[in-house]
T-cell receptor, first 114, second 115 residues
Framework: EAGVTQSPTHLIKTRGQQATLRCSPI?????VYWYQQALGLGLQFLLW???????NRGNFPPRFSGRQFPNYSSELNVNALELEDSALYLC?????????????FGDGTRLSIL | AQSVAQPEDQVNVAEGNPLTVKCTYS??????LFWYVQYPNRGLQFLLK????DNLVKGSYGFEAEFNKSQTSFHLKKPSALVSDSALYFC?????????????WGAGTKLIIKP
């Protein structure tokens, strides 16, 4: 079974640019979550999508947005990039709205802002 | 407010000794509890979960965790540590009654196993 895949692995941008990160969930998983992890520290919840709709959002500005496609893959868009956006962005998937199911993670996209 | 505490930023253990990584939680309802491990430059890997039933849960790589409702704790344990267990460990909790299915994460504990 293929795991969660994220692309690109690394992304280098400059301040003010826009970044797009992509995520393919495990086959059969309908929920996709996005997290930001700065400097190997804790996880900050960004967004949750299920069945194509945004279900919940963390405490991030509106320039962080995303969407989920009919095949359940997802993309995260970050506009007007700032230096503080440099982080590892992790995507996770799970079996829909089942609260006892674990999330399964990809290896992340390392976003560096110069 | 719901929260998860991992009171130790770092835990140092000699190889072959037992290890414990601590986690306590606060939720308004009954919890689902999870442990994950993160190796350098990798995503998180699911280790084990507590849903219901036996308070001692066994997971991957020889890890286990004990759910203690009265102490609201879910400590991760392993009888004999390996150098390869060195990694960052995260505890997470979800309130069964939360309609947002929000997963609350601890800040992580760095586990260092010395040969």
């Amino acid at each position: 079974e293929a795991g969660v895949t994220q692309s690109p692995t690394h992304l280098i941008k400059t301040r003010g640019q826009q970044a797009t990160l992509r995520c393919s969930p495990i086959s059969g998983h309908t929920s996709v979550y996005w997290y930001q992890q700065a400097l190997g520290l804790g996880l900050q919840f960004l967004l949750w999508y299920d069945e194509g709709e945004e279900r919940n959002r963390g405490n991030f500005p509106p320039r962080f947005s995303g969407r989920q496609f009919p095949n359940y893959s997802s993309e995260l868009n970050v506009n007007a990039l700032e230096l503080e956006d440099s982080a590892l962005y992790l995507c996770a998937s799970s079996l829909g709205q089942l609260s006892n199911q674990p999330q399964h993670f990809g290896d992340g996209t390392r976003l560096s802002i110069l | 407010a719901q929260s998860v505490a991992q009171p130790e930023d770092q835990v140092n253990v000699a190889e072959g000794n037992p290890l414990t990584v601590k986690c306590t939680y606060s939720v308004s309802g009954n919890p689902y509890l999870f442990w994950y491990v993160q190796y350098p430059n990798r995503g998180l890997q699911f280790l084990l979960k507590y849903i219901t039933g036996d308070n001692l849960v066994k997971g991957s790589y020889g890890f286990e965790a004990e759910f203690n409702k009265s102490q609201t704790s879910f400590h991760l344990k392993k009888p004999s540590a390996l150098v390869s267990d060195s990694a960052l460990y995260f505890c997470a909790v979800r309130d069964r009654g939360d309609s947002n299915y929000q997963l609350i994460w601890g800040a992580g504990t760095k586990l260092i196993i010395k040969p």
